[in-house]
Protein backbone atom coordinates (compact mmCIF):
# COMPACT_ATOMS: atom_id res chain seq x y z
CA UNK A 1 0.00 0.00 0.00
CA UNK A 2 1.51 3.34 -1.05
CA UNK A 3 1.92 6.02 0.89
CA UNK A 4 -0.43 8.47 -0.63
CA UNK A 5 -3.14 5.85 0.02
CA UNK A 6 -1.83 5.14 3.62
CA UNK A 7 -2.56 9.43 4.16
CA UNK A 8 -5.68 9.48 2.09
CA UNK A 9 -7.30 6.59 4.72
CA UNK A 10 -5.69 8.12 7.82
CA UNK A 11 -7.79 11.62 6.59
CA UNK A 12 -11.17 9.44 5.81
CA UNK A 13 -10.24 7.86 9.19
CA UNK A 14 -9.95 11.06 10.76
CA UNK A 15 -13.38 12.44 9.21
CA UNK A 16 -15.21 9.13 10.45
CA UNK A 17 -15.60 8.34 6.68
CA UNK A 18 -16.41 4.91 5.44
CA UNK A 19 -14.41 3.40 2.71
CA UNK A 20 -13.49 0.42 0.67
CA UNK A 21 -10.26 0.04 -1.24
CA UNK A 22 -11.17 -2.55 -4.33
CA UNK A 23 -7.96 -4.00 -5.37
CA UNK A 24 -7.77 -6.00 -8.80
CA UNK A 25 -5.57 -9.40 -7.52
CA UNK A 26 -4.69 -9.48 -11.09
CA UNK A 27 -2.82 -6.03 -11.75
CA UNK A 28 -2.78 -5.25 -8.48
CA UNK A 29 -4.69 -1.88 -9.39
CA UNK A 30 -6.40 -0.14 -6.98
CA UNK A 31 -9.77 1.74 -6.58
CA UNK A 32 -11.61 4.02 -3.74
CA UNK A 33 -14.87 3.16 -3.30
CA UNK A 34 -16.94 6.11 -0.99
CA UNK A 35 -20.74 6.60 -0.53
CA UNK A 36 -21.93 4.10 -3.44
CA UNK A 37 -19.19 5.89 -5.88
CA UNK A 38 -15.83 4.40 -7.50
CA UNK A 39 -12.53 6.61 -8.68
CA UNK A 40 -9.74 4.65 -9.43
CA UNK A 41 -7.79 2.25 -12.32
CA UNK A 42 -10.31 -0.23 -11.14
CA UNK A 43 -13.37 -0.27 -13.30
CA UNK A 44 -16.28 -1.63 -10.98
CA UNK A 45 -19.93 -2.29 -11.72
CA UNK A 46 -23.02 -1.70 -9.64
CA UNK A 47 -22.79 -5.10 -8.18
CA UNK A 48 -19.20 -4.59 -7.04
CA UNK A 49 -20.83 -1.29 -5.53
CA UNK A 50 -23.76 -3.74 -3.57
CA UNK A 51 -21.11 -6.09 -2.60
CA UNK A 52 -18.76 -3.23 -1.22
CA UNK A 53 -22.14 -1.48 0.46
CA UNK A 54 -22.54 -5.28 2.33
CA UNK A 55 -19.00 -5.89 2.90
CA UNK A 56 -18.56 -2.29 5.05
CA UNK A 57 -22.14 -2.92 6.96
CA UNK A 58 -21.15 -6.39 7.59
CA UNK A 59 -17.20 -5.17 8.48
CA UNK A 60 -15.79 -7.66 6.71
CA UNK A 61 -13.77 -7.70 4.10
CA UNK A 62 -13.99 -9.84 1.29
CA UNK A 63 -12.92 -10.87 -2.35
CA UNK A 64 -15.53 -10.84 -5.40
CA UNK A 65 -16.03 -12.09 -9.02
CA UNK A 66 -16.86 -9.21 -11.83
CA UNK A 67 -18.48 -10.33 -14.97
CA UNK A 68 -15.98 -10.20 -16.41
CA UNK A 69 -14.02 -12.99 -14.81
CA UNK A 70 -11.79 -10.51 -12.52
CA UNK A 71 -10.87 -10.78 -8.76
CA UNK A 72 -11.29 -7.93 -7.01
CA UNK A 73 -10.27 -7.71 -2.89
CA UNK A 74 -12.36 -5.41 -1.32
CA UNK A 75 -10.99 -4.61 1.50
CA UNK A 76 -13.14 -1.87 4.68
CA UNK A 77 -12.03 0.74 6.43
CA UNK A 78 -14.90 1.57 8.66
CA UNK A 79 -14.63 4.25 11.64
CA UNK A 80 -15.17 2.98 14.88
CA UNK A 81 -18.83 2.20 15.88
CA UNK A 82 -19.65 4.88 18.75
CA UNK A 83 -23.15 5.22 21.26
CA UNK A 84 -23.53 8.27 22.61
CA UNK A 85 -25.76 7.73 25.44
CA UNK A 86 -27.59 10.80 27.49
CA UNK A 87 -28.54 10.09 30.87
CA UNK A 88 -26.10 8.39 33.33
CA UNK A 89 -29.23 6.63 34.90
CA UNK A 90 -29.24 2.59 36.07
CA UNK A 91 -29.91 1.93 32.53
CA UNK A 92 -26.96 3.47 31.18
CA UNK A 93 -24.80 1.70 33.63
CA UNK A 94 -25.65 -1.70 31.93
CA UNK A 95 -25.92 -0.64 28.33
CA UNK A 96 -22.36 1.33 28.83
CA UNK A 97 -20.48 -2.20 29.30
CA UNK A 98 -22.77 -4.20 27.08
CA UNK A 99 -22.23 -1.70 23.95
CA UNK A 100 -18.23 -1.58 25.14
CA UNK A 101 -18.14 -4.99 24.80
CA UNK A 102 -19.74 -5.32 21.61
CA UNK A 103 -17.08 -2.60 20.26
CA UNK A 104 -18.34 1.10 20.45
CA UNK A 105 -16.79 3.75 21.84
CA UNK A 106 -19.50 4.62 25.00
CA UNK A 107 -19.57 8.21 25.69
CA UNK A 108 -22.01 9.24 28.62
CA UNK A 109 -23.22 12.73 28.37
CA UNK A 110 -25.21 14.20 31.80
CA UNK A 111 -24.55 17.96 32.84
CA UNK A 112 -25.95 16.73 36.07
CA UNK A 113 -22.66 16.09 38.18
CA UNK A 114 -23.81 13.50 40.45
CA UNK A 115 -24.72 11.12 37.89
CA UNK A 116 -21.91 11.12 35.33
CA UNK A 117 -18.85 9.71 37.66
CA UNK A 118 -16.19 7.53 37.61
CA UNK A 119 -17.34 5.44 40.45
CA UNK A 120 -21.27 4.52 38.32
CA UNK A 121 -19.06 4.26 34.98
CA UNK A 122 -15.86 2.57 35.26
CA UNK A 123 -13.65 3.20 32.22
CA UNK A 124 -16.63 4.76 30.46
CA UNK A 125 -15.75 8.40 28.85
CA UNK A 126 -18.06 10.77 30.43
CA UNK A 127 -18.96 14.47 29.73
CA UNK A 128 -20.99 17.18 31.76
CA UNK A 129 -21.75 19.15 28.97
CA UNK A 130 -25.18 20.14 27.81
CA UNK A 131 -26.06 16.90 25.45
CA UNK A 132 -26.37 19.50 22.27
CA UNK A 133 -22.78 20.86 23.01
CA UNK A 134 -21.95 17.57 23.32
CA UNK A 135 -22.79 16.10 20.21
CA UNK A 136 -21.89 18.81 18.26
CA UNK A 137 -17.89 18.25 19.51
CA UNK A 138 -18.72 14.60 18.42
CA UNK A 139 -19.90 14.87 15.02
CA UNK A 140 -22.47 12.02 15.02
CA UNK A 141 -21.28 9.67 11.66
CA UNK A 142 -23.11 6.74 10.07
CA UNK A 143 -21.48 4.70 12.72
CA UNK A 144 -22.67 6.29 15.62
CA UNK A 145 -25.93 5.36 17.98
CA UNK A 146 -27.22 8.05 20.30
CA UNK A 147 -29.67 6.90 22.86
CA UNK A 148 -31.62 9.60 25.45
CA UNK A 149 -32.41 8.21 28.98
CA UNK A 150 -33.29 10.86 30.93
CA UNK A 151 -36.88 11.33 30.64
CA UNK A 152 -36.54 15.06 31.17
CA UNK A 153 -36.88 17.19 28.29
CA UNK A 154 -34.45 20.16 29.02
CA UNK A 155 -31.66 17.41 28.29
CA UNK A 156 -33.19 15.18 25.91
CA UNK A 157 -35.04 17.35 23.23
CA UNK A 158 -31.63 19.23 22.54
CA UNK A 159 -29.95 15.90 21.62
CA UNK A 160 -32.40 14.71 19.50
CA UNK A 161 -32.12 18.38 17.45
CA UNK A 162 -28.68 17.05 17.05
CA UNK A 163 -29.12 13.61 16.26
CA UNK A 164 -32.07 14.03 14.04
CA UNK A 165 -29.60 16.87 12.04
CA UNK A 166 -26.91 14.26 11.85
CA UNK A 167 -26.21 11.27 10.18
CA UNK A 168 -26.11 8.77 12.70
CA UNK A 169 -27.67 5.45 11.93
CA UNK A 170 -29.79 5.33 15.26
CA UNK A 171 -31.58 7.16 17.62
CA UNK A 172 -33.70 5.91 20.30
CA UNK A 173 -35.40 7.52 23.35
CA UNK A 174 -36.81 6.37 26.56
CA UNK A 175 -40.13 6.34 27.57
CA UNK A 176 -43.75 4.82 26.99
CA UNK A 177 -46.04 5.85 23.90
CA UNK A 178 -47.47 8.37 25.48
CA UNK A 179 -44.23 10.25 26.56
CA UNK A 180 -43.03 9.45 22.70
CA UNK A 181 -46.44 11.26 21.58
CA UNK A 182 -45.38 14.55 23.44
CA UNK A 183 -42.14 14.23 22.59
CA UNK A 184 -42.86 14.15 18.61
CA UNK A 185 -45.72 17.25 19.42
CA UNK A 186 -42.09 18.94 20.40
CA UNK A 187 -40.17 17.92 17.84
CA UNK A 188 -43.34 19.39 15.78
CA UNK A 189 -43.05 22.63 17.12
CA UNK A 190 -40.00 23.15 16.26
CA UNK A 191 -39.45 22.08 13.01
CA UNK A 192 -38.93 18.43 12.19
CA UNK A 193 -41.05 16.85 9.50
CA UNK A 194 -42.46 13.20 9.82
CA UNK A 195 -39.73 11.57 7.73
CA UNK A 196 -36.70 12.91 10.57
CA UNK A 197 -38.93 12.14 13.44
CA UNK A 198 -39.41 8.65 12.03
CA UNK A 199 -35.73 7.92 12.08
CA UNK A 200 -36.17 7.85 16.41
CA UNK A 201 -37.09 4.61 18.00
CA UNK A 202 -39.82 5.34 20.49
CA UNK A 203 -40.30 3.48 22.92
CA UNK A 204 -36.17 2.03 22.62
CA UNK A 205 -35.55 -1.04 22.18
CA UNK A 206 -36.41 -4.50 21.09
CA UNK A 207 -39.78 -5.64 22.03
CA UNK A 208 -38.75 -8.77 24.52
CA UNK A 209 -40.65 -7.69 27.92
CA UNK A 210 -37.73 -6.22 29.50
CA UNK A 211 -38.36 -5.12 32.93
CA UNK A 212 -35.25 -4.14 34.77
CA UNK A 213 -32.53 -1.76 34.03
CA UNK A 214 -29.94 -4.93 32.10
CA UNK A 215 -33.11 -6.06 30.34
CA UNK A 216 -33.96 -2.56 28.79
CA UNK A 217 -29.88 -2.28 27.88
CA UNK A 218 -29.94 -5.55 26.60
CA UNK A 219 -33.10 -4.40 24.27
CA UNK A 220 -31.65 -1.76 23.46
CA UNK A 221 -28.38 -3.05 22.75
CA UNK A 222 -30.30 -5.79 20.59
CA UNK A 223 -32.09 -2.94 18.71
CA UNK A 224 -29.12 -0.85 17.77
CA UNK A 225 -26.91 -4.14 16.27
CA UNK A 226 -30.56 -4.88 14.31
CA UNK A 227 -30.66 -1.57 12.44
CA UNK A 228 -27.04 -1.30 12.34
CA UNK A 229 -26.61 -4.97 10.37
CA UNK A 230 -29.93 -5.39 9.07
CA UNK A 231 -31.38 -2.36 8.25
CA UNK A 232 -34.05 -3.32 6.03
CA UNK A 233 -35.54 -5.27 8.41
CA UNK A 234 -35.78 -2.56 11.21
CA UNK A 235 -38.95 -1.58 11.99
CA UNK A 236 -39.29 2.19 13.61
CA UNK A 237 -42.11 2.43 16.53
CA UNK A 238 -44.95 4.66 15.40
Not at 122 to 148: M, N, Y
Amino acid sequence: MDRALIDRLAAARAAHRAVVVATDLGSGKKTWIEDGSAAGSVAVDEAVLVAAAAAQRDDKSQTVETGDGRRLFLHVFNPPLRLMVVGAVHIAQSLAPMATLAGYAVTVIDPRGSFATADRFPGITLTDEWPDEALAASKPDARTAIVTLTHDPKLDDPALHSALRSGCFYIGCLGSRRTHASRVERLKQAGFDDAEIGRIHGPIGLDIGARSPAEIALAIMGEITATLRRPQATTVAA
